[in-house]
């Protein structure tokens, strides 16, 4: 099991069918990536590069156009439960509560067992307090932490989350990484993590994914070894977001380059 | 304590000044076939007294009660499994849309061939006038149900009847309970038509044979306004459904 | 979930409690039966709240007043389309039926299996114009709004055949169809001038003061023929002594309504009350004023009065005159008028 990959793409390519019949969307070719049991990898990428979709690809949601993915030694035929998908937005169900939400994967466990997973979960994400809320009451932070709760609670060994916190604002969302960031130390879960904040993608990941425009591929990665909590000032993190950026055709302070 | 002030006297006032205006319109146009709000409330207690009031209303409940509810029960799973089964949708939808647009008043020829005159008549032509509102709400109930939900819901292995049960039904509730508020105030209008049917009792009943008593138009407006009354009530009644939990989440904040 | 469950028990019990209720007040399920006809088996019999069809009722009232019998159960109306929809798609329930004799003879065209057996009544129909309007004869109608009942009217008939004695058609006034008990108050607010049905709703713009006579069926056509008593062939078949006694009784109680004046008020207050819900005042002033303004004598079908209906209702387009006399009248039922008894009934004061 150790050295096998939790999760490899080979040779990836993605076509969707275009406005005029017969014209094709091209959005992402030679893709390859391998993500290790255990390890927080993030892809970034321009705006629409197609990263979302690489994920939902990987998720099993999405067919892919060429290519293999294989998640924990099989071939990707769909979603699975072992493996999570973390929504941007709305992933948590409206009309259950934030306790039947978490509970929501684990309705074969017996009574007992589930009712102290949840609290167990609803614990670990801060959310002691609100069991019996409905997500229309809590504040979109809140609500991720429920999405996030509830994959855990199921058991799940890899968590895709598509920029689960771009919907929040800035100081929520420093919050929310240093939560995740806590949470995933004590879980161990495999995490392959899409955004289009690069200064969260080097706060948080192992290694960065770093893709091209589209039709997108991945043109680099960038390995982050530096302890966790990452400190934002120190030069290790500036260096490495800095080579972000200029591998994405910008420099430190934005614009082109 | 405010609130309740707004919601009772506003309503209280509008109903005043509209009961004058009318007062005051038909006297002026010195008309003695139209009825005045006295007359009207007159014809209402000779119903009461003579214990006719009652029967007609718990007649006419009777028979929308039993349309009603059963183009729920038949419309909405059949909404539902139109809406997510695409061969379904392909081969019934077009048969809906060419059925829903004609009037229950249509109907009535084949009503009483099928039916006669008895109860069953306009309890079917108040199923039919309800059914197709609810199931083309829930139809569309699950065909704009939001795509993350039931991404959500087959990540953690559900199919078939279980994520009928635990998503798609549950996601879907809110835009069936306004399909069931419309079709409600349609069974509750279309019941005159209903009981054109030659039933002898019932509010529409009351309305057409005052007409053809003579110069009963007091009883006509009589019937007419407990009508209104009756439907109000039941609106009133079906949002209350929508303070369920099950049904709030999809009603926006206020 | 809450919402279902909380629905359904609900809704159960709204049900159970609504159909109790209307069954106990509007069905009589919790009524004692009433003895005697218990056994028997019931026809209905189909007719609208109007005069011309008045024997309807007299001959079910007179039957339970003095017999208790209740084999025949008038079947009430609002209008002819309902009326036929119920004969033609459900005959076991309703094999007997008043109708329009047009109408009853265009279906028996149309291949329905409809037999005339016997008349309802005579005259009994009038045009009646505002009392300001400046119409006092048929010629002043050109070029005015006349409402009639419909298609199969009779009275659309006599019009057409008072214009063509003026040497007018339907071309030259403007003919609308109107459901009777509109027509008053058509009549009343101008929006036409002139109206015509059978009666009470005639009479009834003259008991109210607005209403004036033009002329009355009984001086244009005598022994003008409206509404007549028709029975499904099947139940003629299948059913005889029965249609015999039907058609026994409705020829007795027309002779009891012409006995007497007090006979013809009598009817007026229980008919008007028990099975027209209309005021007896308006029924009593129709059978009064002029006595023989309708009458319900003389009732037995007769060759040479259809065929002047078939022969008029061909020329005014509403008939092909494919069906004839023998087709659309059984008249072995219909007792000779000069036999005819009526039954020994007052009613209690």
């Known amino acids: 099991m150790s050295g096998l990959a939790t999760i490899t793409v080979r040779d990836c390519w993605m076509s969707f069918p275009g ?29 629409g590069c197609g990263k979302s979709t690489l994920l939902n690809i990987v998720g099993g949601f999405l067919d892919e156009t060429r290519g293999e993915v294989y998640v924990e030694n099989a071939v990707v035929n769909g ?17 259950l509560t934030v306790e039947q939400n978490i509970g929501f994967g684990l309705l074969s466990r017996p009574e007992a067992e589930r009712a102290e997973r949840v609290r167990h979960y609803i614990a670990m994400v801060g959310l002691t307090g609100f069991e019996k809320s409905y997500p229309r009451e809590l504040s979109g932070g809140m609500r991720q932490r429920v999405e996030i709760a509830r994959a855990l609670a199921a058991d799940a060994r890899v968590l895709y989350m598509d920029e689960p916190f771009g919907a929040l604002d800035f100081l929520t969302r420093l919050k929310m990484r240093s939560d995740l960031i806590r949470i995933w130390q004590a879980e161990k879960k495999t995490i392959l993590f899409v955004t289009h904040d690069i200064e969260e993608a080097v706060q948080l990941a192992d290694r960065v994914l770093v893709m091209t425009k589209r039709p997108a591929t991945i043109q680099e990665e960038v390995k982050i070894d530096l302890p966790r909590p990452r400190d934002l000032d120190s030069p290790g993190y500036l260096a ?14 934005g614009g082109g380059g | 304590m405010n609130r309740r002030v707004l919601h009772i006297l506003l309503p209280l006032i509008t109903g005043v000044l509209f009961l004058t205006a009318w007062h005051v319109a038909v006297k002026m146009s010195g008309s003695d076939i139209f009825p005045t709000p006295r007359q009207v409330l007159d014809g209402l207690g000779e119903l009461v007294r003579q214990g006719l009031l009652l029967k007609y209303v718990v007649a006419s409940l009777f028979r929308v009660s039993w349309g009603f509810i059963a183009a729920v029960l038949v419309g909405v799973p059949l909404g539902l499994v139109l809406g997510w089964f695409r061969p379904a949708y392909a081969a019934l939808n077009p048969f809906i849309q060419i059925l829903r647009p004609i009037s229950p008043i249509a109907w009535i020829p084949v009503a009483i061939l099928w039916f006669g005159v008895k109860d069953t008549a306009p309890v079917f032509l108040i199923f039919l006038a309800s059914v197709f509102p609810i199931t083309v709400s829930s139809m569309a109930a699950v065909q704009n149900m939001q795509q993350v939900y039931l991404r959500a819901a087959q990540n953690f292995g559900l199919g078939g009847l279980e994520l009928f049960r635990r998503v798609i039904f549950p996601a879907a509730l809110p835009q069936i309970i306004t399909g069931i508020r419309i079709a409600l105030g349609v069974a509750w209008l279309v019941v005159v038509a209903a009981e054109m049917i030659a039933v002898n009792s019932g509010l529409g009943y009351l309305i057409i044979d005052a007409r053809n008593a003579g110069k009963r138009y007091d009883l006509v407006v009589a019937g007419m306004v407990m009508i209104g009354l009756i439907g109000l009530v039941l609106d009133v009644l079906v949002r209350r459904l929508e303070k369920f939990d099950e049904v709030r989440w999809g009603y926006g904040q206020r | ?23 106990g007040l509007n069905l009589r399920w919790f009524a004692k039966k009433t003895g005697g006809s218990a056994g028997e088996k019931t026809f209905g019999v189909g007719f609208l709240p109007v005069t011309c069809h008045l024997t309807c009722p007299v001959t079910h009232y007179i ?33 007997a039926t008043f109708i329009l004799a047009p109408m009853a003879m265009a279906l028996r065209e149309q291949g329905v299996k409809i037999k005339i057996v016997h ?80 009666e009470p709703f005639m009479a009834q713009t003259e008991l109210d003061g607005y209403g004036r006579v033009l002329w009355q069926a009984k001086d244009v056509w005598p022994g003008f023929i409206s509404c007549v008593l028709a029975v499904h062939e099947d139940a003629i078949r299948d059913h005889r002594p029965e249609i015999q006694l039907l058609v026994n009784g409705i020829a007795s109680s027309g002779k009891w309504i012409d006995e007497s004046m007090t006979h013809r008020m009598d009817a007026a207050q229980f008919v008007a009350t028990n099975y027209y819900n209309q005021n ?24 040479p009065e259809f065929e002047e209906i078939e022969r008029l209702a061909k020329e005014a387009g509403i008939l092909q005159g494919t069906a004839h006399f023998e087709d659309y009248v059984d008249d072995t039922f219909a007792p000779d008028p000069t036999t005819v008894q009526a039954p020994h009934f007052e009613v209690k004061k």
């Not at chain 3, 909380?6 to 019990?13: E, F, G, K, R, S």
């Not at chain 3, 003095?66 to 004969?87: H, I, S, T």
């Open chain 1, 19 to 47: 406005k005029e019949p017969g014209a094709e969307v091209h959005v992402l070719e030679r893709v390859n990536l391998d993500v290790a049991q255990g390890e927080f990898v993030c892809i970034v990428g321009p705006s």
């Open chain 1, 79 to 95: 979603p699975d439960p072992g493996r999570i998908f973390v929504f941007q937005e709305n992933g948590v169900f409206p009309w």
């Open chain 1, 240 to 253: 490495a977001r800095d080579r972000i950026f200029s591998i994405m055709g910008m420099d430190a302070h």
């Open chain 3, 1 to 23: 979930m809450k919402l279902i469950r909380t629905l359904a028990i609900v809704l159960t019990a709204w049900l159970l409690g609504i159909t109790a209720l209307h069954g």
């Open chain 3, 63 to 95: 039957n339970k007043e003095m017999e208790g019998r209740d084999m025949f159960q008038p079947m009430r109306f609002n209008a002819f389309p309902e009326l036929k929809e119920m004969f033609l798609g459900r005959p076991k329930e309703m094999p």
């Open chain 3, 119 to 198: 008349l309802g009544h005579r005259d009994g129909s009038a045009v009646m114009v505002h009392k300001d309007s400046g119409i006092f004869q048929t010629a002043d109608l050109r070029g005015k709004t006349v409402a009639i009942p419909g298609r199969y009217a009779n009275q659309r008939l006599i019009l057409y055949r008072e214009l063509r004695k003026v040497g007018m058609t339907f071309d030259d006034i403007k003919v609308i169809e109107m459901p009777p008990p509109d027509m008053p108050a058509a009549l009343l607010s101008r929006s036409v001038d002139a109206i015509t049905s059978g």
């Open chain 3, 280 to 303: 007896p005042r308006l029924l009593s002033f129709v059978l009064s004023k002029p006595p023989d303004r309708v009458t319900y004598s003389r009732l037995k079908p007769m060759r």
